[in-house]
């Protein structure tokens, strides 16, 4: 059975009412990146308050959202394929879509952790808020289960090891020159087919089959591609 590894990003659920992490005006959700988005913001600067404040509302948001058609023919190909998502995204629509192998590269939004326990120490909370005092069996601050600026990302290996098995990637939803994308895609091995899924056009050295399409309907077609 072929290997598949989908990398996807904020342009599949995008389609599903997420906003995307950064806007054109360097805001996510009408808050500073940096504010909301780094390891400084929390252990530095003391604005833990705002920031638990943040991702219990994502929480809440996301418990209103629904996966796509992108996400729900993602999930499909594992009737013929041997499918590895790894996704940019912290929300959990893969996994409602019924993909059942997924790599998170940036946490995920419905899990929690100590402040300063190990990455790989995370509890599920479902869509339950984290509240200043919320404290682990240790003593520590729950903190979102989510990679910040200016934290290394643990997973980043796994899905290079991934790429590297693969015979086909695809990606969705996220442009080659944005990390880690761009670093992924050259652990593929020679003869690996690569196709990329976005309307937009893409600067690349890495050679690719671009579908210039949204998510849902690039999907569509990379589907009906596959099954010739």
Known sequence: MKKIVVLS?????AESGIKTFRDSDGLWENYPVEEVASSDSWYVYGRKALMLDFYNQRRRDLRTREPNKAHLIVAQLEK?????VATQNIDNLHERAGSTDIIHLHGELTKARGEYS???SAVSIGYEDIRMGDKTPKGEQLR???VWFGEAVPELDRAARA???ADIMIIIGTSLNVYP???LVHY???GCQIYLIDPKDVASSARFTHIKEKATVGMQKLKELLEK
């Open 9 to 13: 990003g904020a342009g599949i659920s």
């Open 80 to 84: 013929d394929f041997k499918v590895t």
């Open 118 to 120: 190990d990455y790989y």
């Open 144 to 146: 979102p289960h989510i």
């Open 163 to 165: 790429v590297s098995e």
């Open 181 to 183: 994308a761009a670093g």
């Open 188 to 190: 593929t091995r020679p």
